[in-house]
C-alpha cells in the first residue's frame, strides 16, 4: 500500500498543473494516468491560449491563468512554446459586430478590459490576409498559442522534479472511504490519501460516479487539421463565432485549422474516427475567409478525445458528496489555456480549503 | 473521368492497381459486383508492372519475361466490367468503409460494400550518412525512370544494397545499355546460416534458377565489393562513395549512387483506417493481421498484393483472388467463383522460397539503425543521434517522438523514417520493435489540397450540423 497527500486522477495539462502546484506547496502527490500524460485533448488540441470569448463563469480561472502563461518558463522549466501574437474573433456581418460590442460593453461594466472591440482597419492591421467583407471584430492582445504535448510534458517534468510521482499506464478501479482516507484502487495497486483530484477528462463522470455523484459528461472529439508550410502571413489566432473555424499559422509555417467540427470517438477503446464531410465545411469556411489558403496541402488530421458539459463550462471545485474530493474536468474543448491557473487554483483548494480566485457557478451540484 | 462522375456506392473498391488490385477487380467484376478500382499512378501496374500498358522500352528482354506477365493482368482487369480509374488518390479509409478519392482535383467521399488494399510495397528505408544528397537516390526510384521513360543512368554510377531487386534492376540496367561501376552488397555473411535451413524450398522453388541466372549474368559485367560500411559523400551533390570492407575502408567517385535494402509493405492506409498490425521479425517491418482470405481486423476490409507482407507480384495477383473470391461470397453468394483451394495451391507454390530468401538477404543492424548525425527524418531533418538522445530521455515510442522532434510529421508522413524511429528507440531501450509500435497515422494518408477538400459535396453534413 502505497500512501500520498493527494491522488490526483488524470494526467491531460489539468492534472499535470495541479501535480506541480501541489508539490511547489510542500505536498505530496501521486498522479494516476491510463495511458500517458497529454495521450488525449491536452496533447493534441490546436494549443490555442486565449482568453477571449469565455464564460463569466470562468474569465477569473482564465486571467489567472494569463498571468502564469506569461512566465510559463519560470514556472515549468520550458517556455512551452508559448507565443503571445492576441486572439482575434472576426465578425463576418455587422449584426455579428453588433453582438459583439455588446459583449465587451457588458465586460467593462464588470471589469473585464481584456477584451477590445476593433474596426475594419484594425482588424486589417492585426490579420490582413482577412476576407474584406469582415467589419471588425474582437482581439485579446495577450491571448495567444502554445504547443499542447510539450507544455503538458512540462508540467509532468517539473511536478516530478519537485517530488510528484506519476503513474503512467495505470488505471484506477475503485474509491473508497478507508477512515480518514481515501482508498484508490488501482491496476497498479492500492493507493491511500487524505484527498483526491478527479482530473480525468472524457473518462472523469465514470470517478464521478463511483462517488454516487453522476454527471452528464458527453465525450467529443474536436477535429483538426493541419497543412504543409506555407510564408507566414498571419500572426494572431483567428475565431468566427457564426460558423465554427479557429485558425493559426505556426512559427514554421504549417497553419492548424480548427474550430469544434466533431470526429465519432470511442473513449473504451481511445479511438476517433474523422468526419470528412465535416472538416469539408472547415476547409470551405478557410477558403472563403482566406483566399491566399486555397493552394494548401492539408498533410494531417486528427482528433483528440475529451468532455463536454451540457452547459459547456467546466466541473471544478469539491465533490458534492464526498468530503476530500475535487473535481477538475469537463473543460469542453476549451481548457487548455486554463490549465496552468486551474491547476493553481486546484492546489491552494486542496492544500487550504479555500481559493482566492472566484469559480462560482462551476461545482458540480449545478447538476444535481 | 472526373470525381463527380463517380456513383455514391460500390459493392467493391479496389485500392491500387499492381497485381493483386487488377487479379482482385478483374475476377469480383466478373462474378457481378459493382467494382471500382483507384490507381493514383497515369496507368495500371503497380510498381512491378509499371506503365505496362506505355512503357517505351520496346525491347522486352530488356525488362524480362516476368514484367511483360502484367500485361495480362492489366487486359483482363480492363476487358473485366470492373471500372479502372488512374490518376485517383485514395486519401482516406475510415472503418465504416467510407473512401476518400481524388480525381483531378475533385474529391469524393465514396461508400464500399468491401474494400480490398492493394497499395503494396515501399523501398525500406537505407539511413546512411549522406542518403539525402542530390546524387543519391533509391533504385526503385531508377527502376520507375527506366519502365516509364526508359532512361538509364549516366555517369558514374554505383549501386549499394542488398536483395532480389537489387540484382534485377542492376541486369535492367545494363541490358538497356546503362553502365554500372561497381555493386556494394552490404549482406551479412551471416546471414546464411539462418537461410540454410530454408535451402531446399528455395532449391524447388521458381526463384532458384531465375535468380542464379540473374546473378551470374550481373557478375559477369560488374564488380561486386562485399561491404560493411557505406557512406555517401559530397558537398552540395554526391562526389564520391566511401565504405568498409574486411581490409579497411575505400573510396570510389560516383555521379550517382543508388540504395536499396530491400521492400516492406506500405501500411499507411491499413494503420489509418484501423487495421491491427504485427511486426514480422524475419522481414523486419510491421505487416496487417490477416485471415486467410486476406481479411484484416476491420470487418469488410481486406489487404492484399505485398501490403500483406512481401511475397512478389506472382504472389500478389494470387492473393488478390482469394481476397476477391471472400468479397463476392460475402456480397453474392450465388455468385460463380473460382475454386478458392486451387487459388491457394498456387499461392502455396509461390510463396516456397519466400523464408531463404528473407533470412539470406535480411539487412544488417548497422544499415537498419543508423547513428549520429545521420539523418533519420528526411522531411524534418531529425537526426539519428536526437532520435536516440530522446528515447535516453524516457520517450517510449514513436507517437510521443513526433511530439518531441517532428518526425514522421511531414509531407512522406513517415514512409521514409517510421520503421527506422521505431527500430532505433526499440535499440536505444533494450526493446522490440513489437513493443515501441509504429506511428499513429491518420488520414489524408496522401497530402490533399483544402481546394480539393473544399470540393466534397457537403450539403448532407451541413444538415448534420445544424441538428447536433
Same mark, same amino acid.
Request: glycine residues 12%.
Given at each position: 500500500?502505497?500512501?500520498?497527500?493527494?491522488?490526483?486522477?488524470?494526467?491531460?495539462?489539468?492534472?499535470?498543473?495541479?501535480? @506541480?502546484?501541489?508539490?511547489?506547496? /510542500?505536498?505530496?502527490?501521486?498522479? $494516476?494516468?491510463?495511458?500517458?500524460?497529454?495521450?488525449?485533448?491536452?496533447?493534441?488540441?490546436? /494549443?490555442?491560449?486565449?482568453?477571449?470569448?469565455?464564460?463569466?463563469?470562468?474569465?477569473? #480561472?482564465?486571467?489567472?491563468?494569463?498571468?502564469?502563461?506569461?512566465? $510559463?518558463?519560470?514556472?515549468?522549466?520550458?517556455?512551452?512554446? +508559448?507565443?503571445?501574437?492576441?486572439?482575434?474573433?472576426?465578425?463576418?456581418?455587422?449584426?455579428?459586430?453588433?453582438?459583439?460590442?455588446?459583449?465587451?460593453?457588458?465586460?467593462?461594466?464588470?471589469?473585464?478590459?481584456?477584451?477590445?472591440?476593433?474596426?475594419?482597419?484594425?482588424?486589417?492591421?492585426?490579420?490582413?490576409?482577412?476576407?474584406?467583407?469582415?467589419?471588425?471584430?474582437?482581439?485579446?492582445?495577450?491571448?495567444?498559442?502554445?504547443?499542447?504535448?510539450?507544455?503538458?510534458?512540462?508540467?509532468?517534468?517539473?511536478?516530478?522534479?519537485?517530488?510528484?510521482?506519476?503513474?503512467?499506464?495505470?488505471?484506477?478501479?475503485?474509491?473508497?472511504?478507508?477512515?480518514?482516507?481515501?482508498?484508490?484502487?488501482?491496476?497498479?495497486?492500492?493507493?491511500?490519501?487524505?484527498?483526491?483530484?478527479?482530473?480525468?477528462?472524457?473518462?472523469?463522470?465514470?470517478?464521478?460516479?463511483?462517488?454516487?455523484?453522476?454527471?452528464?459528461?458527453?465525450?467529443?472529439?474536436?477535429?483538426?487539421?493541419?497543412?504543409?508550410?506555407?510564408?507566414?502571413?498571419?500572426?494572431?489566432?483567428?475565431?468566427?463565432?457564426?460558423?465554427? #473555424?479557429? +485558425?493559426?499559422?505556426?512559427?514554421?509555417?504549417?497553419?492548424?485549422?480548427?474550430?469544434?467540427?466533431?470526429?465519432?470517438?470511442?473513449?473504451?477503446?481511445?479511438?476517433?474516427?474523422?468526419?470528412?464531410?465535416?472538416?469539408?465545411?472547415?476547409?470551405?469556411?478557410?477558403?472563403?475567409?482566406?483566399?491566399?489558403?486555397?493552394?494548401?496541402? $492539408?498533410?494531417?488530421?486528427?482528433?483528440?478525445?475529451?468532455?463536454?458539459?451540457?452547459?459547456?463550462?467546466?466541473?471544478?471545485?469539491?465533490?458534492?458528496?464526498?468530503?476530500?474530493?475535487?473535481?477538475?474536468?469537463?473543460?469542453?474543448?476549451?481548457?487548455?489555456?486554463?490549465?496552468?491557473?486551474?491547476?493553481?487554483?486546484?492546489?491552494? @483548494?486542496?492544500?487550504?480549503?479555500?481559493?482566492?480566485?472566484? $469559480?462560482?457557478?462551476? /461545482?458540480?451540484?449545478? +447538476?444535481? | 473521368?472526373?470525381?463527380?462522375?463517380?456513383?455514391?456506392?460500390?459493392?467493391?473498391?479496389?485500392?491500387?492497381?499492381?497485381?493483386?488490385?487488377?487479379?482482385?477487380?478483374?475476377?469480383?467484376?466478373?462474378?457481378?459486383?459493382?467494382?471500382?478500382?483507384?490507381?493514383?499512378?497515369?496507368?495500371?501496374?503497380?510498381?512491378?508492372?509499371?506503365?505496362?500498358?506505355?512503357?517505351?522500352?520496346?525491347?522486352?528482354?530488356?525488362?524480362?519475361?516476368?514484367?511483360?506477365?502484367?500485361?495480362?493482368?492489366?487486359?483482363?482487369?480492363?476487358?473485366?466490367?470492373?471500372?479502372?480509374?488512374?490518376?485517383?488518390?485514395?486519401?482516406?479509409?475510415?472503418?465504416?468503409?467510407?473512401?476518400?478519392?481524388?480525381?483531378?482535383?475533385?474529391?469524393?467521399?465514396?461508400?464500399?460494400?468491401?474494400?480490398?488494399?492493394?497499395?503494396?510495397?515501399?523501398?525500406?528505408?537505407?539511413?546512411?550518412?549522406?542518403?539525402?544528397?542530390?546524387?543519391?537516390?533509391?533504385?526503385?526510384?531508377?527502376?520507375?525512370?527506366?519502365?516509364?521513360?526508359?532512361?538509364?543512368?549516366?555517369?558514374?554510377?554505383?549501386?549499394?544494397?542488398?536483395?532480389?531487386?537489387?540484382?534485377?534492376?542492376?541486369?535492367?540496367?545494363?541490358?538497356?545499355?546503362?553502365?554500372?561501376?561497381?555493386?556494394?552488397?552490404?549482406?551479412?555473411?551471416?546471414?546464411?546460416?539462418?537461410?540454410?535451413?530454408?535451402?531446399?524450398?528455395?532449391?524447388?522453388?521458381?526463384?532458384?534458377?531465375?535468380?542464379?541466372?540473374?546473378?551470374?549474368?550481373?557478375?559477369?559485367?560488374?564488380?561486386?565489393?562485399?561491404?560493411?560500411?557505406?557512406?555517401?559523400?559530397?558537398?552540395?551533390?554526391?562526389?564520391?562513395?566511401?565504405?568498409?570492407?574486411?581490409?579497411?575502408?575505400?573510396?570510389?567517385?560516383?555521379?550517382?549512387?543508388?540504395?536499396?535494402?530491400?521492400?516492406?509493405?506500405?501500411?499507411?492506409?491499413?494503420?489509418?483506417?484501423?487495421?491491427?498490425?504485427?511486426?514480422?521479425?524475419?522481414?523486419?517491418?510491421?505487416?496487417?493481421?490477416?485471415?486467410?482470405?486476406?481479411?484484416?481486423?476491420?470487418?469488410?476490409?481486406?489487404?492484399?498484393?505485398?501490403?500483406?507482407?512481401?511475397?512478389?507480384?506472382?504472389?500478389?495477383?494470387?492473393?488478390?483472388?482469394?481476397?476477391?473470391?471472400?468479397?463476392?461470397?460475402?456480397?453474392?453468394?450465388?455468385?460463380?467463383?473460382?475454386?478458392?483451394?486451387?487459388?491457394?495451391?498456387?499461392?502455396?507454390?509461390?510463396?516456397?522460397?519466400?523464408?531463404?530468401?528473407?533470412?539470406?538477404?535480411?539487412?544488417?543492424?548497422?544499415?537498419?539503425?543508423?547513428?549520429?548525425?545521420?539523418?533519420?527524418?528526411?522531411?524534418? *531533418?531529425?537526426?539519428?543521434?536526437?532520435?536516440?538522445?530522446?528515447?535516453?530521455?524516457?520517450?517510449?515510442?514513436?507517437?510521443?517522438?513526433?511530439?518531441?522532434?517532428?518526425?514522421?510529421?511531414?509531407?512522406?508522413?513517415?514512409?521514409?523514417?517510421?520503421?527506422?524511429?521505431? *527500430?532505433?528507440?526499440?535499440?536505444?531501450?533494450?526493446?522490440?520493435?513489437?513493443?515501441?509500435?509504429?506511428?499513429?497515422?491518420?488520414?489524408?494518408?496522401?497530402?490533399?489540397?483544402?481546394?480539393?477538400?473544399?470540393?466534397?459535396?457537403?450539403?448532407?453534413?451541413?444538415?448534420?450540423?445544424?441538428?447536433?
Amino acid at each position: 500500500m502505497r500512501t500520498a497527500d493527494v491522488v490526483i486522477i488524470g494526467g491531460g495539462i489539468h492534472g499535470c498543473s495541479t501535480a @506541480l502546484h501541489l508539490a511547489l506547496r /510542500g505536498l505530496k502527490p501521486i498522479l $494516476i494516468e491510463k495511458d500517458y500524460a497529454g495521450r488525449h485533448a491536452s496533447g493534441v488540441n490546436a /494549443g490555442g491560449v486565449r482568453q477571449l470569448a469565455r464564460d463569466l463563469a470562468e474569465i477569473p #480561472l482564465s486571467i489567472s491563468s494569463m498571468d502564469l502563461w506569461e512566465r $510559463i518558463e519560470d514556472l515549468t522549466g520550458d517556455d512551452c512554446g +508559448f507565443e503571445s501574437q492576441g486572439t482575434v474573433l472576426v465578425a463576418e456581418n455587422k449584426a455579428e459586430l453588433a453582438s459583439f460590442r455588446e459583449r465587451v460593453n457588458d465586460l467593462r461594466l464588470r471589469g473585464f478590459t481584456h477584451e477590445e472591440l476593433i474596426d475594419r482597419a484594425e482588424l486589417k492591421r492585426l490579420v490582413p490576409a482577412v476576407a474584406d467583407h469582415c467589419p471588425g471584430g474582437v482581439v485579446s492582445r495577450r491571448d495567444g498559442a502554445a504547443d499542447p504535448f510539450r507544455t503538458t510534458q512540462a508540467f509532468r517534468r517539473r511536478a516530478i522534479e519537485k517530488g510528484a510521482e506519476v503513474l503512467e499506464g495505470v488505471t484506477v478501479t475503485g474509491l473508497a472511504r478507508a477512515g480518514a482516507n481515501w482508498r484508490v484502487e488501482t491496476s497498479a495497486g492500492l493507493i491511500e490519501a487524505p484527498k483526491v483530484v478527479n482530473a480525468a477528462g472524457a473518462w472523469a463522470d465514470r470517478i464521478a460516479a463511483m462517488l454516487g455523484e453522476p454527471v452528464p459528461l458527453t465525450v467529443v472529439a474536436p477535429m483538426l487539421m493541419v497543412t504543409s508550410r506555407v510564408a507566414p502571413f498571419i500572426q494572431p489566432v483567428v475565431i468566427l463565432r457564426g460558423r465554427k #473555424l479557429s +485558425f493559426k499559422q505556426l512559427a514554421n509555417g504549417t497553419v492548424v485549422i480548427g474550430g469544434g467540427h466533431l470526429a465519432t470517438s470511442d473513449r473504451d477503446r481511445n479511438e476517433t474516427v474523422l468526419d470528412w464531410e465535416k472538416l469539408a465545411i472547415s476547409a470551405r469556411t478557410v477558403w472563403e475567409l482566406f483566399p491566399a489558403m486555397r493552394a494548401a496541402t $492539408i498533410v494531417r488530421a486528427w482528433a483528440g478525445i475529451e468532455a463536454y458539459m451540457p452547459d459547456g463550462i467546466p466541473v471544478v471545485g469539491p465533490s458534492s458528496t464526498s468530503e476530500g474530493v475535487y473535481h477538475q474536468f469537463g473543460f469542453s474543448t476549451h481548457g487548455f489555456q486554463l490549465g496552468p491557473g486551474t491547476g493553481a487554483m486546484m492546489a491552494e @483548494l486542496v492544500a487550504t480549503g479555500s481559493t482566492n480566485t472566484p $469559480i462560482d457557478g462551476l /461545482g458540480i451540484e449545478r +447538476f444535481r | 473521368m472526373k470525381a463527380s462522375d463517380l456513383a455514391p456506392a460500390y459493392d467493391l473498391v479496389v485500392i491500387g492497381g499492381g497485381p493483386a488490385g487488377l487479379a482482385a477487380a478483374a475476377l469480383a467484376a466478373r462474378a457481378g459486383l459493382s467494382t471500382v478500382l483507384f490507381d493514383e499512378n497515369p496507368g495500371v501496374g503497380g510498381q512491378i508492372y509499371r506503365a505496362i500498358a506505355s512503357s517505351p522500352v520496346a525491347d522486352r528482354a530488356v525488362l524480362g519475361e516476368d514484367y511483360w506477365v502484367g500485361s495480362d493482368l492489366a487486359v483482363e482487369a480492363n476487358a473485366s466490367p470492373a471500372l479502372i480509374v488512374t490518376g485517383a488518390t485514395v486519401w482516406s479509409l475510415d472503418p465504416s468503409r467510407v473512401v476518400g478519392v481524388s480525381i483531378a482535383g475533385q474529391a469524393r467521399l465514396i461508400q464500399a460494400g468491401r474494400v480490398i488494399i492493394a497499395t503494396g510495397s515501399l523501398e525500406r528505408p537505407f539511413p546512411v550518412p549522406g542518403w539525402t544528397l542530390p546524387g543519391v537516390m533509391s533504385a526503385g526510384g531508377a527502376q520507375t525512370l527506366l519502365k516509364a521513360q526508359g532512361l538509364v543512368p549516366g555517369g558514374r554510377t554505383v549501386m549499394a544494397g542488398g536483395g532480389p531487386l537489387l540484382w534485377l534492376l542492376a541486369a535492367q540496367i545494363l541490358r538497356a545499355g546503362g553502365k554500372l561501376d561497381a555493386i556494394l552488397d552490404t549482406t551479412p555473411r551471416g546471414n546464411w546460416l539462418r537461410a540454410l535451413a530454408h535451402l531446399p524450398d528455395f532449391v524447388l522453388s521458381p526463384y532458384f534458377s531465375k535468380g542464379l541466372k540473374l546473378l551470374r549474368e550481373v557478375r559477369a559485367k560488374v564488380r561486386v565489393i562485399r561491404i560493411d560500411r557505406l557512406q555517401a559523400v559530397g558537398d552540395d551533390r554526391l562526389r564520391e562513395v566511401v565504405f568498409g570492407t574486411g581490409e579497411g575502408e575505400r573510396r570510389m567517385p560516383a555521379d550517382l549512387l543508388l540504395l536499396h535494402q530491400g521492400v516492406v509493405p506500405n501500411v499507411n492506409l491499413a494503420i489509418a483506417a484501423g487495421v491491427a498490425h504485427a511486426w514480422n521479425e524475419r522481414q523486419l517491418c510491421f505487416e496487417p493481421v490477416l485471415d486467410q482470405d486476406f481479411e484484416t481486423s476491420v470487418r469488410g476490409i481486406a489487404v492484399a498484393g505485398d501490403g500483406a507482407g512481401i511475397a512478389g507480384g506472382t504472389a500478389a495477383a494470387e492473393r488478390g483472388r482469394i481476397a476477391a473470391i471472400a468479397a463476392v461470397r460475402a456480397l453474392k453468394p450465388e455468385a460463380l467463383v473460382p475454386d478458392v483451394q486451387t487459388v491457394r495451391q498456387r499461392l502455396q507454390r509461390e510463396s516456397m522460397g519466400r523464408a531463404f530468401l528473407d533470412w539470406l538477404n535480411r539487412p544488417a543492424d548497422s544499415f537498419r539503425q543508423p547513428e549520429g548525425e545521420t539523418i533519420v527524418c528526411r522531411c524534418e *531533418e531529425v537526426t539519428a543521434r536526437q532520435v536516440r538522445d530522446t528515447a535516453d530521455l524516457g520517450c517510449e515510442g514513436p507517437n510521443q517522438m513526433k511530439a518531441f522532434l517532428r518526425c514522421g510529421m511531414g509531407p512522406c508522413q513517415g514512409r521514409l523514417c517510421g520503421l527506422t524511429v521505431t *527500430e532505433l528507440i526499440a535499440a536505444q531501450r533494450g526493446t522490440t520493435p513489437a513493443e515501441v509500435g509504429y506511428y499513429r497515422l491518420r488520414p489524408p494518408v496522401k497530402p490533399i489540397t483544402l481546394a480539393e477538400l473544399a470540393s466534397l459535396p457537403i450539403a448532407e453534413a451541413e444538415r448534420k450540423a445544424v441538428e447536433r
